[in-house]
């Protein structure tokens, strides 16, 4: 289980990505990912291309880390999700809260 993130090179866009599972083990380390970034109109991706796993924790993460976006007027993208990982999206309707693609 992992998560990762960088910053574009030209600094406007930040990337988490998170391998296998993500679920509530990976609290901290989500958090830690985007919390000391407060540039303002930062594009926010979050890549689950390699997300095997999500369980309503990473439901809660993914809606707290919208909350971090909002307030330095961003804007948050899902990217890549598999289908296990969209459908689970598509039951919690998150594509009316978020770009999902």
């Known amino acids: 289980m992992t998560v990762s993130s960088r910053i ?25 990912a985007y919390s000391s970034i407060t540039t303002q109109d930062l594009s926010y991706v979050l890549d689950l291309s390699k ?11 993914i809606l707290l880390l919208k909350d971090h976006v909002q307030l330095y007027a961003g804007q948050l993208t899902i990217s890549k999700p598999s289908d296990t990982v969209r459908k689970i999206l598509e039951i919690a309707q998150f594509q009316r809260l978020m770009t999902i693609e």
């Open 51 to 61: 997300t095997e796993y999500m369980d309503s924790s990473a439901l809660g993460m």
């Open 8 to 32: 574009s090179g030209d600094g406007k866009e930040l990337v988490i990505a998170i391998d296998d599972r993500f679920d509530f083990s990976l609290h901290q380390l989500f958090r830690d």
